[in-house]
């Protein structure tokens, strides 16, 4: 799988930007995916895949549920394309801005919001029991390298800090 016996951080911090070591089917990888999520973004609101990118602040009042979504839901998904708009314009770089990398974090965690819906992950630290006769095993071993990854790009931030 990707990143096997990998000598190196994907993500780490260098003079003020940030090294991103991926190989060319990594960033292969990441462009699909990100022309997937874009399709996605452009779903309802109440589609079952999106509804972690759209969470509900009032479950109890259907009204001012509503009302939260009328005002959030176009903010949140302009947000979301602008991020993956980001990453597919910087996934050739080898070097990142702060600001890019922030975009990388925010494109992967909404990803893995979206493949977490679709194998119905409750806890980030629920236990996948990965097998690979699994119909849904390429979902898991995508959602388990965005988890890496991302973790990668939160522990290359926080060295900065």
């Given at each position: 799988?990707?990143?096997?016996?990998?000598?190196?951080?994907?993500?780490?911090?260098?003079?003020?930007?940030?090294?991103?070591?991926?190989?060319?089917?990594?960033?292969?990888?990441?462009?699909?995916?990100l022309g997937e999520m874009r399709a996605?973004?452009?779903?309802?609101?109440?589609?079952?895949?999106?509804?972690?990118?759209?969470?509900?602040?009032?479950a109890d009042d259907a009204k001012k549920e509503e009302e939260y979504q009328q005002l959030t839901h176009e903010e949140l998904r302009s947000s979301r394309l602008a991020n993956v708009d980001a990453v597919e314009a910087s996934i050739a770089a080898e070097l990142l801005t702060e600001e890019q990398l922030t975009a990388w974090m925010q494109a992967i965690n909404s990803l893995r919001l979206v493949l977490g819906t679709l194998l119905?992950?409750?806890?980030?630290?629920?236990?996948?029991?990965?097998?690979?006769?699994?119909?849904?095993?390429?979902?898991?071993?995508?959602?388990?390298?965005?988890?890496?990854?991302?973790?990668?790009?939160?522990?290359?931030?926080?060295?900065?800090?």
């Open positions: 799988m990707f990143g096997r016996n990998r000598p190196r951080p994907r993500v780490s911090p260098r003079d003020g930007s940030y090294v991103l070591n991926l190989d060319d089917r990594e960033r292969e990888l990441i462009r699909q995916i996605l973004l452009i779903l309802d609101a109440t589609d079952p895949r999106v509804r972690r990118l759209y969470p509900a602040a009032y119905d992950i409750s806890d980030d630290d629920q236990e996948l029991a990965f097998d690979p006769d699994d119909p849904e095993a390429r979902t898991q071993a995508l959602y388990g390298y965005l988890g890496g990854l991302l973790d990668e790009i939160v522990d290359a931030q926080l060295e900065v800090l």
